[in-house]
C-alpha cells in the first residue's frame, strides 16, 4: 500500500468502520463492491461525480420503505436500562428464546431485501465503477484521579522494594489489570506460548531464571497476589486432542427430522480456564485450582486480593437458517409473479423450520457452562444455584449473548467464586477500588434494521465491589452513542463520566439514506460527555452533559483525571479538547487545540503536563502515517489554551548501503503495541523516561558463497526495539535517550525464517538503574544511565515456524537455550 493509500484510508476512518457490517450479508461480491464504492464516494465529498448513478438506483435505497417483500418485524423498543434479577428459569428461557427468534427474522428481512434490490444495484455497477473513476481524486486525497497508576507491585517478602519499580500501567491507582508479565519486586512472571516462566531479581540489575510450568490452552493475562498467581487461558475445541473430556462437554447431539442417526455439532468453540498457581516455592511451583467457562476472556481487574473477571459467551445454535432456503427450479423461473410467490412460501418454511429449532432449546443450549477440574476428573457446575437469580437483563434487553462477572477471593485459604451473569453484548470494562462499570451497546446493530426511531446507545452498568467477597449491582444508565474504550470511562466522587460517540456505526442503511434533493441525511459522527449520578432507586440520571463535540470527527482517546476530562478526537488533524468536570451538572470544555497526527493513549505526568502516543501525521500534516509512531508532551497548565511542548516520531527502521532513503528500504509497515495496548506504554516518574516498543520486518534476498558455491539465501530481517525517551516537563522537550534491541534474538544467524509468534518487545520494568525487557524470544536488562547491557536470558516457550525452502543455508537456534553474559 502506498503512502497516499494509506492516508486515504486513515482521513476515512470512521466510514471504513461499515465495510465489514456490509460484508456479512449474503451479496455477490459485485454488489458489495458496488455498495462500498459509492459510500466511499458520498463520504468523500464525490456526490456531483455520482448524481446521476443515485438518480437511477433511488429505487433500490427506498427499497427500505417496503418496495421488496417484507416480514413483519418484532417490536423493538427502550425503556428503562436498570438490571432486573430473574426470579425463574422459565422467565429468562423465555426472553432468550424471543432474542434468538427476533435476530432471527431481521437476518431474513435482510436476506429478502438484498434479493429483490440486488438486480438495480447490478445493472448500474459500471456506471458506479465509471464515477468512483472519474472522481475528483484531490478530494480523497486531501480530504484518572490519581496519576499514580503505574502499578509498583507487591511482595510477599518482609522487605519490599515497593516504590523501587514500575509494574502494570493500570487505568486507575489501587486497581490492578490482568497482563501477561508481572512483578512482586523480587520475581518476573511472565507468560510465553504456553509456559508461565519465573524468573528471580535477587539484586535489581541480574535476572535468573527460576522455573517454568506448562499452561493448558492459551494463557493470555494472570494477576499476582501472594503468593499465587490465577492465569487466564484461552481453550479453542479445535485444538482440544479427539479424546478430550472437555470436547465431548463442548458439543451437542441432535437428530434432524426424524432421522433415526444423530449427529454431533460444536455447540462452543471457546473456553476460558482460570488456573491457580502456588507460587510459594518459586522454583517449583504448582497448580492449585483448575475451573472453565464457556466463552471468551475479556480482562480482569484485582482490588484488595480480589479479582474480578469478566468474560462473554456467545452460544451457536445448528439448525437455525439466517438465509432463505429456495428449491432449485426458482432459479430457473423467468416469471416474475411466478418467483414472488415461490420466494414468499419458501420464506414461510424457513420461519416454520427456525421457529421448531427455537422452540426446542433449553436452558443448557444458552447460558455459559462452568468446569472444575478435581483430582483429575472434570466436574460440571450446576447451570444455576438459586433458581437463576444470578441472571439479569434490561427490561427491553434483546441479547442472546451473556457477559459474566466471576468474583475470585485469593486471600483466603480456600479460594472463594461467585458469579453474576447479565445477558449482554461485548462490554467494556472499568474499574476503581469500589466501582466496576460495564458499557455495552444498549442494543445489537440487527436490532435497528427498519426501527428508525431509536439512536445508537449505550448502557451503563454500575456495580459495587467494596466488598471483597460480593459484587454487588447498584445501578444503570444510558448515554449516547458508543464508548471507544476502558478509558472514555471513570468513576469520580461517585459520580461516572463516560464519553462517547455517536455515529451510527455499522448501519448503512442509516448512512445510505438520501433525501428529496440526493444530499446524504446523516451529518456524520458527533461526540459527547455525560455524568451519570445514582438516583438512590437504581436509576443513573444524566446530571450533566456536553454534546456537540468535534462534528464529523471521532474520538481515538480519552482521558478522566480528577475534575478534568481531556479528549482527542480525530477526522484530517487531531484536536486535543480539555474539559472541566469540577460541577457535575455542568461541564464545559475549556480549551482545544489542533495538531498533527492523532494520539491513540494519553498518560498524565502531572496535572499540568500530558504525554501521549500515537500515530505521525501523514503529508502536508493531514491524514496519518501509519508507519511512523509519535510521541507528543502538552502543557495543559492553562486550560483555556493548551499547547504542544514537543513531539518525537519514532520508526525502528534504518537505510542501509542498499538504500539511502529508509521508505525504499523494503520494511513492512512498523509500529508499536503501546499505541493500541497502553501496559505496553511505560514511564517511570524517578527517572523521568519514558520506553516505547517499536518493531519491524523486512523480507530480503542476498547471494552467499559455501565452498566456492554460489547460494541463494532469502528470509526475514527482523528489527525488535525498546526506544527510551528522556521526559523533560520543567523544559517541555523530549529527546532521544538510546534504545534497547531484542533484534538479536530474531536474527541471529543472519536471515531468518518466519516468527511464529510476535518479535517485538512487548513489555518493559524500570527497576532501581536498570531496565527490563521482555519479548517472546528473551529477556535482556540494561542500565538506564548509558544503556550497557548487564543481561541476557533467552526464553523458552515461542519457537518459530520451521518453514523455510530452497536456502541450503539453515538457522539452529534454540530459544529454550538459557544463557546469560554475567553469570
Not at 455515529?503 to 460527555?529: C, H, K, L, Y
Not at 510521541?631 to 514537543?646: A, G, R, W
Request: aromatic share 10%.
Amino acid at each position: 500500500m502506498s503512502p497516499d493509500d494509506e492516508t486515504y484510508l486513515s482521513n476515512h476512518h470512521t466510514n471504513f468502520l461499515i465495510w465489514d457490517a456490509i460484508a456479512q450479508y449474503s451479496m455477490d461480491n459485485r454488489t458489495t463492491n458496488a455498495m462500498l464504492i459509492l459510500i466511499v464516494l458520498l463520504s468523500a465529498g464525490c456526490l456531483q461525480a455520482v448524481d446521476d448513478v443515485i438518480e437511477d438506483i433511488d429505487q433500490t435505497i427506498d427499497a427500505l420503505e417496503g418496495d421488496y417483500p417484507q416480514l413483519e418485524m418484532p417490536e423493538r423498543t427502550r425503556s428503562s436500562p436498570a438490571l432486573h434479577n430473574y426470579d425463574a428459569c422459565d422467565a429468562l428461557l423465555e426472553d432468550l428464546k424471543r432474542a434468538v427468534y427476533d435476530e432471527m427474522v431481521v437476518n431474513l428481512d435482510q436476506q429478502s431485501y438484498w434479493h429483490w434490490v440486488s438486480e438495480p444495484w447490478m445493472m448500474r455497477m459500471d456506471d458506479i465503477d465509471i464515477a468512483f473513476a472519474e472522481a475528483d481524486m484531490a478530494t480523497v486525497e486531501n480530504s484518572a484521579d490519581s496519576v499514580d497508576g503505574v502499578s509498583s507491585g507487591t511482595s510477599a517478602d518482609s522487605d519490599s522494594r515497593e516504590g523501587e519499580f514500575s509494574g502494570t500501567n493500570n487505568q486507575e491507582s489501587g486497581v490492578d489489570e490482568a497482563d501477561f508479565l508481572k512483578t512482586d519486586g523480587y520475581h518476573i512472571y511472565m507468560l510465553n506460548g504456553q509456559l508461565l516462566i519465573i524468573m528471580g531479581v535477587p539484586e535489581f540489575g541480574n535476572l535468573t531464571m527460576e522455573s517454568n510450568l506448562t499452561i493448558e490452552g492459551n494463557p493470555t493475562q494472570m494477576m499476582i497476589e501472594g503468593d499465587r498467581l490465577i492465569i487466564s487461558s484461552s481453550i479453542n475445541y479445535w485444538n482440544l486432542p479427539a479424546d478430550s473430556d472437555l470436547r465431548k462437554l463442548m458439543t451437542k447431539e441432535v437428530t434432524v427430522d426424524g432421522d433415526s442417526k444423530p449427529y454431533t455439532y460444536t455447540k462452543v468453540q471457546s473456553l476460558v480456564k482460570y488456573t491457580v498457581v502456588d507460587i510459594t516455592n518459586r522454583s517449583s511451583p504448582s497448580v492449585e485450582k483448575e475451573m472453565y467457562i464457556e466463552g471468551n476472556y475479556h480482562t480482569a481487574r484485582m482490588v484488595d486480593g480480589t479479582v474480578r473477571s469478566v468474560t462473554h459467551l456467545w452460544t451457536y445454535f445448528d439448525g437455525i437458517r439466517n438465509w432463505v432456503d429456495l428449491p432449485e427450479d426458482y432459479w430457473s423461473e423467468d416469471d416474475l409473479d411466478k418467483r414472488m410467490d415461490i420466494w414468499n412460501e419458501s420464506v414461510e418454511q424457513t420461519v416454520l423450520h427456525n421457529e421448531q429449532i427455537i422452540s426446542v432449546l433449553t436452558l443448557d443450549d444458552f447460558v455459559p457452562h462452568i468446569y472444575e477440574m478435581k483430582d483429575g476428573e472434570i466436574f460440571t457446575h450446576p447451570l444455576t444455584y438459586e433458581k437463576c437469580t444470578e441472571f439479569s437483563a434490561s427490561a427491553d434487553s434483546a441479547g442472546r449473548g451473556f457477559t459474566t462477572i466471576m468474583t475470585i477471593q485469593m486471600l483466603n485459604d480456600e479460594i472463594s467464586l461467585e458469579v453474576d451473569h447479565i445477558t449482554s453484548s461485548w462490554a467494556h470494562v472499568y474499574s476503581s477500588k469500589d466501582t466496576l462499570v460495564l458499557a455495552e451497546p444498549a442494543n445489537d446493530i440487527w436490532w435497528f434494521w427498519r426501527n428508525s426511531d431509536w439512536e445508537d446507545a449505550t448502557n451503563i452498568h454500575s456495580f459495587d465491589i467494596s466488598d471483597a467477597n460480593h459484587t454487588t449491582y447498584i445501578a444503570s444508565g444510558r448515554v449516547e452513542g458508543t464508548v471507544n474504550d476502558q478509558f472514555s470511562i471513570s468513576e469520580h466522587n461517585g459520580d461516572i463520566r463516560v464519553a462517547s460517540t455517536s455515529d451510527n456505526w455499522g448501519m448503512w442503511w442509516r448512512i445510505a439514506e438520501f433525501d428529496e434533493n440526493g444530499d446524504s441525511v446523516w451529518s456524520g459522527p458527533t461526540n459527547q460527555v455525560t455524568i451519570l449520578t445514582h438516583d438512590g432507586e437504581g436509576i443513573l440520571d444524566q446530571t450533566g452533559f456536553i454534546g456537540g463535540i468535534a462534528e464529523g470527527e471521532t474520538i481515538w482517546s480519552a482521558r478522566f483525571v480528577g475534575d478534568r476530562g481531556y479528549l482527542v478526537t480525530f477526522m484530517n488533524i487531531d484536536p486535543l479538547w480539555v474539559l472541566d468536570l469540577s460541577d457535575p451538572s455542568n461541564p464545559v470544555i475549556l480549551g482545544e487545540l489542533e495538531v498533527p497526527g492523532v494520539s491513540t493513549y494519553i498518560h498524565p505526568v502531572d496535572e499540568n503536563t500530558l504525554l501521549t502516543i500515537g500515530i505521525a501525521p501523514g503529508a502536508d500534516g493531514l491524514g496519518l502515517d501509519w508507519s511512523t509512531t509519535q510521541v507528543s508532551l502538552f502543557d495543559v497548565s492553562d486550560t483555556s489554551k493548551p499547547t504542544l511542548s514537543d513531539s518525537l516520531m519514532l520508526t525502528p527502521g534504518y537505510a542501509d548501503e542498499n538504500c539511502d532513503d529508509i521508505r525504499n528500504c523494503g520494511w513492512s509497515w512498523s509500529y508499536s503495541e503501546a499505541t493500541y495496548e497502553h501496559k505496553a506504554f511505560t514511564f517511570w516518574a524517578p527517572e523521568s523516561l519514558l520506553a516505547v516498543p517499536l518493531s519491524t520486518h523486512r523480507y530480503v534476498y542476498d547471494e552467499i558463497e559455501i565452498e566456492g558455491r554460489v547460494y541463494s539465501h532469502y528470509g526475514y530481517e527482523y528489527v525488535s526495539m525498546l526506544k527510551l525517551i528522556n521526559v523533560d516537563v520543567d523544559n517541555g522537550t523530549l529527546t532521544n535517550h538510546g534504545q534497547v534491541e531484542h533484534s538479536e534474538f530474531y536474527n541471529e544467524e543472519g536471515l531468518s525464517n518466519w516468527w511464529s509468534g510476535t518479535t517485538s518487545i512487548r513489555r518493559s520494568i524500570f527497576m532501581g538503574d536498570y531496565v527490563y525487557s521482555f519479548s517472546s524470544g528473551g529477556a535482556t536488562v540494561h542500565r538506564t544511565a548509558d544503556l550497557q547491557l548487564m543481561m541476557e536470558l533467552e526464553l523458552p516457550g515461542n519457537e518459530p515456524y520451521a518453514s523455510y525452502a530452497g536456502a541450503p543455508v539453515t538457522v539452529d537456534s534454540d530459544p529454550a537455550e538459557t544463557s546469560s553474559s554475567s553469570q
